[in-house]
């Protein structure tokens, strides 16, 4: 027979599992009303690269309603209230000095088709007002990011051309140095700096990025190129998918230095879910990842953060957040962190939204201001 | 003089130039010739030619033929379909349009002035880059044309960039289009070409003075992709197919005879010979035989007439009345409504007399006029001709469109194409880990390490307690 106390004990955790579930629902109904609201804008999904490899971006023997062997799909995208994506079109640091150009407007091109064959689902979008009509419509707002400054052949004409073909951001470099901009590998001492940082060839290319209204992205580069993009950029910066240094002090993270600098910016550092980026080892939980974005509002304030997974760009992503339809808890644990709802929706999407219009606003391609060589 | 300053320029680039970006140094020395006809054999450029030229006008100014050239060309603008301005921009100010006012420029045949005065209506501007970059970095020098066109198009209140007929035909301005001169520049990507129709460019020729690993050119200066009885393979066919899709001129001045007839039995839109003229007046290999001629009309296409000396006398001094006489041949031939006229200024070292830049033009028009050509037959000529094709190009566009046609995802097969500047992709995870690696392996290291000393520990213990029972 069972006696009074186990009883009171068992029926005592039973409430208390009851609650918690109670409460985790709650939260998770709050997220999924305040992405509702917000768009969750992520800064960086490398699925063209995998329809590159896996189907040479032969877009006909795909199916992104089914496909299965990706992070991303078109079910998983809804699931995860996926408003916005930078997709990155990217090509390895192997193609520098060689096809580089070539390649890059084969990754464009994949987005761009991606984006005709599924119009339901995404809507190529190049602004940010772009991104909120997308929003209105229930669509995908689907915009591209150059991953590499290798991609440019050190040429601000491909920049520009670029830029007509819809490329919002560029990432001044992969992981290799390009003759402009030296990346993290220097940090860690794998490669030698070239440049200290950024050459004057590199420092136009800001000023002409600026101009023209394409996002910088500091994601890959070295602790140099960083300072001096934030010295030198008059528009606000972004790092795609980054994540905090002082949480795993991984050197492809941002120093709080750096994040203080960004929040003088008025910036945004978007979070990368990557294992080896998130608790510097092989494995890692959502909950560690939510420990970036506690940092990062802690030593700088929540208005710089934003989300980027880094989804089908890496191998190993966190128990929890294992594809793109986990957004919405992570969301969750920021509520139950005691997020508020503003900060929930400056992270979702707010940030990057105000730092996009600002450097919509800034550029000047639509006065007078000649180009630049 | 010009010479000196590409050196410099290459010394500047040399961090940047590898084996595969060596184009600009390898064959900068192509363009000695060139400039140095253009700078000191062009008639153009001197001051006595000059003199003689003003003379004439002055002779010439109170004729009503004349006069009436200029009012018709004030009613029907010309089109030209072929201009390497953007080359000579190149060449003489790396693209730095900030040192360059565009309205008078020096040393080339075209500027917004001399255009206005020519009457031009709009004008194709070839996004050009030499052969010499094929298989390194073509695509690259390409877009840098397509932006330099680009800017000047849009930076220059008179002129105005254009890409379809309805504004070519509408504005007030002066027209530019974007052409690309040789399928080398798409360095065999159909990606590549959808991306520079993205960018504006409308017509491209298939090849310049070199074969493609898909099709072949009119010259052998080049021995590069060289085949037997292929002039146009399976993949050349894929590229005229997606140019189809697009809406995207194909353009055959340059291309050999073989790929003409090759494309013309294909091609379900028009296509045109941008700047070629008639080889029964002149018999070089640029120049359109009569039965090619045939097949292009059948096929609703224009051959637009190029001036350069070289392809429209083959004997003797080129002038206006020799050029007339293509047109008088091809209208014989094939009637009014396949012609068009491609001046080729810019790209070429010789011009006629009388026709020595863009701001001659009514001269020929007046030569036709005496010919007693009619205003419909010159309205042809100068613009409803090019207009005519280019919406029937559209026209095929919209129909494919209609029908669901999908981009085209053909791809050339990579024997034909294989060099030491193109990458074979590999797995970036696999790069990436193996960077991670070298970069984590200290830290790798101290976390086995550290679990090998637990696991240690726990196994001495177990054993001590082992060893106690």
């Given at each position: 027979m069972l006696s009074g106390s186990s009883v009171w004990g068992t029926l005592l955790i039973l409430s208390c599992a009851l609650k918690l579930s109670l409460t985790q629902d709650e939260h998770m109904n709050n997220a999924l009303r305040l992405m509702s609201e917000t768009p969750l804008i992520d800064?960086?999904?490398?699925l063209p690269w995998q329809l590159r490899m896996k189907f040479n971006n032969q877009l006909n023997k795909v199916d992104l309603y089914t496909l299965n062997n990706t992070h991303t799909n078109i079910p998983k995208i809804r699931e995860g209230r996926l408003a916005a994506q930078f997709w990155a079109a990217y090509v390895p640091c192997d193609t520098q000095y060689k096809d580089a150009a070539r390649q890059t407007l084969e990754q464009i091109d994949v987005i761009h088709r991606m984006c005709m064959k599924y119009p339901e689902a995404f809507m190529f979008a190049t602004s940010s007002k772009d991104i909120v009509d997308a929003f209105s419509q229930n669509r995908t707002a689907s915009l591209i990011g150059v991953e590499g400054g290798h991609s440019l052949d050190s040429s601000l004409g491909t920049l520009r051309t670029m830029y007509h073909l819809g490329v919002r951001y560029l990432t001044l470099t992969h992981s290799c140095n390009t003759p402009w901009a030296d990346n993290w590998l220097v940090d860690s001492g794998a490669e030698p700096s070239q440049h200290n940082g950024l050459s004057e060839f590199g420092k136009q290319l800001i000023f002409e990025m600026n101009r023209i209204g394409m996002l910088i992205d500091l994601a890959h580069v070295s602790e140099n190129v960083m300072n001096q993009v934030l010295d030198l950029s008059k528009a606000p910066v972004i790092f795609s998918h980054s994540s905090a240094y002082a949480v795993c002090p991984h050197k492809r993270n941002v120093p709080d230095d750096v994040l203080r600098k960004v929040q003088n910016k008025k910036g945004i550092v978007m979070v990368n879910f990557y294992n080896d980026y998130v608790t510097c080892s092989n494995t890692a939980n959502l909950s560690q990842v939510a420990d970036h974005f506690d940092h990062i509002k802690n030593v700088a304030g929540h208005s710089i953060i934003g989300f980027g997974g880094d989804y089908d760009g890496v191998g190993r992503v966190p128990g929890g957040l294992e594809d793109v339809s986990k957004y919405p808890a992570l969301v969750a644990e920021l509520l139950r962190r005691g997020w508020t709802d503003a900060e929930v929706k400056a992270a979702l999407g707010d940030n990057l939204l105000r730092v996009f219009r600002e450097v919509e606003r800034l550029s000047t391609t639509h006065n007078t201001t000649a180009s630049t060589n | 003089m010009v010479w000196d300053e590409l050196d410099r320029r290459v010394k500047e680039k040399q961090q940047v130039l590898s084996i595969c970006g060596n184009s600009f140094k390898t064959v900068g020395k192509a363009f000695q010739n060139m400039i140095s006809r253009i700078l000191?054999?062009?008639?153009?450029?001197?001051l006595g030619t000059n003199l003689m030229l003003c003379f004439l006008c002055a002779m010439t100014s109170g004729d009503p033929t004349t006069g009436s050239a200029f009012g018709l060309m004030t009613k029907y603008p010309l089109i030209d379909g072929h201009n390497d301005l953007a080359l000579m921009l190149r060449i003489l100010h790396d693209n730095r349009l900030s040192q360059v006012d565009l309205h008078n420029i020096s040393k080339?045949?075209?500027?917004i002035n001399r255009l206005t005065t020519g009457h031009v209506g709009g004008q194709v501007f070839a996004a050009y880059v030499l052969c010499g970059a094929q298989a390194k970095d073509a695509v690259r020098l390409t877009l840098e044309q397509i932006d330099v066109i680009n800017r000047m198009c849009t930076e220059n209140p008179e002129l105005e960039l254009v890409t379809s007929a309805e504004e070519l035909n509408d504005t007030k301005r002066i027209a530019c289009l974007i052409s690309i001169?040789?399928?080398?520049?798409?360095?065999?990507s159909l990606p590549t070409l959808r991306m520079f129709y993205q960018l504006?460019?409308?017509?491209?020729?298939?090849?310049?003075t070199c074969n493609t690993p898909w099709a072949e050119s009119s010259s052998t200066i080049y021995d590069v992709y060289q085949r037997e009885n292929d002039s146009l393979t399976d993949f050349g066919k894929d590229v005229v197919k997606e140019m189809n899709r697009l809406g995207m001129i194909v353009d055959l001045s340059h291309s050999s005879w073989a790929t003409a007839r090759a494309v013309l039995q294909i091609s379900k839109a028009p296509v045109i010979f941008s700047h070629s003229s008639a080889h029964a007046i002149c018999n070089h290999s640029r120049n359109v035989p009569d039965d090619l001629l045939r097949e292009l009309k059948e096929n609703g296409g224009l051959i637009m007439v190029n001036l350069h000396s070289g392809f429209v006398a083959c004997h003797g001094q080129a002038n206006i009345s020799i050029v007339a006489d293509h047109f008088t041949h091809i209208r014989k031939v094939v009637g009014s409504e396949s012609i068009g006229i491609g001046g080729d200024f810019d790209g070429a070292s010789k011009f006629p007399l009388g026709l020595e830049?863009?701001?001659?033009y009514p001269a020929l028009i007046q030569e036709l006029m005496k010919r007693h050509w009619t205003e419909n037959e010159l309205s042809g000529v100068l613009r409803h001709n090019f207009l005519r094709m280019f919406k029937e190009v559209e026209k095929e566009r919209d129909r494919q469109k209609a029908k669901g046609t999908l981009p085209s995802e053909a791809q050339i097969d990579l024997t034909r194409v294989q060099n030491p500047c193109r990458l074979v992709l590999r797995r970036p995870d696999h790069q990436t880990t193996k960077m991670e690696q070298m970069y984590s392996k200290g830290h790798s290291e101290l976390v086995v390490s550290r679990s090998l000393v637990w696991t240690m520990v726990i196994l001495i213990s177990c054993l001590c307690v082992l060893m106690d029972h």
């Open positions: 800064g960086h999904n490398d | 000191h054999g062009g008639d153009f450029l001197n080339v045949a075209t500027d001169e040789g399928g080398h520049s798409i360095d065999s504006g460019v409308r017509s491209m020729a298939l090849t310049h830049d863009v701001s001659k």
